[in-house]
């Protein structure tokens, strides 16, 4: 068991909304990051979050957004919700220190937009 | 800009025996990091085998092993002495070796079949 856990499991909504997922990170990882892992393909990078602050982002649009709160958690934000949308939202966490390189995923939140 | 590429979108293996997933990668870097993640049923992406790029020996853990060939810029896994629970989707990754986390780049994944 990782530690990182993700909310909710599933989720269905309708083309147009907006739509938050959250992450815990592990105990004592202070980065987190959001990947988007359509069927049959591998997870694509969105964004990570470093002490509260964006971190790095992947080709995604603006109305995909995220927070990283004191205690690490984080949210992801999805306005203006696509069909394409439709994916698993995988988190992960991660410490940031210099020899230490793996990242732990949660379990993901199955999206499915109609 | 780093790709990662699995040409094996399926593979099957009997139990018992050994399977290879293949793995080819992109990256204009000399110092990086490569993984195998395993992503059974439950969704959830788990550590298989680790390898940093400025390693010449090739990782091992346990039933899991890579052949690390830099300068072909290829990373196989090989699973010895299969077992039903390795029947899962197997992803390579790619990390740039950065104080900073840096994201990860994955393949599309090969779908492992265990034969009984």
């Known amino acids: 068991e990782t530690g990182v856990t993700q909310s909710p499991t599933h989720l269905i909504k309708t083309r147009g909304q907006q739509v938050t997922l959250r992450c815990s990170s592990q105990?004592?990882?202070?980065?987190v990051s959001w990947y988007q892992q359509a069927l049959g393909q591998g997870p694509q990078f969105i964004f990570q979050?470093?002490?509260?602050?964006?971190?790095g982002r992947g080709n995604f649009p603006p109305r995909f957004s995220g927070l990283q709160f004191p205690n690490y958690s984080s949210e992801l934000n999805v306005n203006a919700l696509e069909l394409d949308d439709s994916a698993l939202y995988l988190c992960?966490?991660?410490?940031?220190?210099?020899?230490?390189?793996?990242?732990?995923f949660g379990q993901g939140t199955r999206l499915t937009v109609v | 800009a780093q790709t990662v590429t699995q040409s094996q979108p399926e593979m099957s293996v009997q139990e018992a025996e050994t399977v290879t997933l293949s793995c080819t990668y992109d990256?204009?870097?000399?110092?990086?990091?490569l993984f195998w993640y395993k992503q059974p049923p439950s969704r959830q992406m788990i550590l298989v085998i680790r390898?940093?790029?400025?390693?010449?020996q090739n990782a091992t853990e346990n039933r899991f092993s890579v052949n690390f060939q830099k300068a072909a810029k290829s990373f196989s896994l090989k699973i010895s002495d299969s077992q039903l629970g390795d029947a899962a989707m197997y992803f390579c990754?790619?990390?740039?070796?950065?104080?900073?986390?840096?994201?990860?780049?994955f393949g599309t994944g090969t779908r492992l079949t265990i034969i009984p």
């Open positions: 992960a966490s991660s410490p940031l220190q210099g020899s230490q390189t793996e990242a732990f």
């Open positions: 105990s004592g990882h202070n980065t």
């Open positions: 979050y470093y002490r509260e602050e964006e971190n």
């Open positions: 990256t204009s870097e000399s110092d990086y990091y």
């Open positions: 390898q940093e790029a400025y390693k010449q």
């Open positions: 990754a790619y990390r740039r070796h950065n104080f900073g986390n840096e994201k990860l780049t």
